[in-house]
Structure formats: structure tokens, C-alpha cells
């Protein structure tokens, strides 16, 4: 005896296929809307600088270049204990040095460049 073919069980299958296109499709939708509203990140400033340790406890800093160095208004050293300083008051080029103006031996010193575009970034973290 042969049973009559049935489409309930392909509409189901249909159906499930279809509920799950749904929700892949609804999650893109909301993460695309989630992702896109946090804003664009600021692009990363090129600056090199190196830093070493001198005998009586200062650190001299050299500005080696970078792309985003003609854009550097100003560097300022930040120290351990919440001061600062600015250690390169005008737009500074390479091969130019500065020294700090306090003893640094066993501080962490982070240079903070300020540009053109009134945004600051981080260029040099060190240890002496």
C-alpha cells in the first residue's frame, strides 16, 4: 500500500530555512547599526623619537622623523607622578634634542605630541 506524498514536512523545512535567513539577516542589520554608531578612530601619528639616560639622572630625548613630524606643534614629557613639562615648545625637526629638566632614573616618561589638528597622541614610553 502507498501513502500519499505529503508537503507539510518540506514546508517546514522551508519554513525553519526561512526563520533562520531572517535572523542572520535582522543580527547584520543591528551590528552594522551598533559598529557604526561608536564613530570612526583617529589615525595613527608616524613620530620617532629616542630616549636615553644620561649620567646625572636627566634623559635627553632626539627626534628621529616621521611622516606626521611636520604637523608636531609642541612635545610635552609626562612623568610618574602626574607632572609634565614641555620639552619641545616649538615645532621641533629632526635631529633636534631635548633634555628633561628633572632627574628621571628608575621613572617611566611618556612623550606626548600635540599636532596641528588640536589632537594629541602618545609618541615615546620609557623606562630610565
Do not use: H, W
Amino acid at each position: 500500500m502507498r501513502l500519499p506524498l505529503s508537503d507539510e514536512a518540506v514546508s517546514e523545512v522551508i519554513g525553519t530555512v526561512l526563520v533562520v535567513a531572517l535572523v542572520v539577516i535582522f543580527a547584520s542589520i543591528s551590528a552594522a547599526f551598533i559598529f557604526g554608531s561608536i564613530g570612526e578612530q583617529e589615525e595613527m601619528k608616524v613620530v620617532c623619537i629616542s630616549g636615553t639616560a644620561n649620567s646625572n639622572g636627566t634623559a635627553t630625548f632626539t627626534v628621529q622623523g616621521g611622516g606626521d613630524l611636520p604637523r608636531v606643534e609642541n612635545i610635552t614629557a609626562r612623568y610618574s607622578d602626574g607632572s609634565s613639562e614641555k620639552i619641545f615648545n616649538s615645532r621641533p625637526s629632526a635631529g633636534d634634542s631635548a633634555t628633561t629638566g628633572r632627574v628621571v632614573t628608575g621613572e617611566r616618561v611618556i612623550l606626548v605630541g600635540s599636532f596641528d589638528d588640536n589632537t594629541q597622541q602618545m609618541i615615546y614610553d620609557g623606562r630610565f
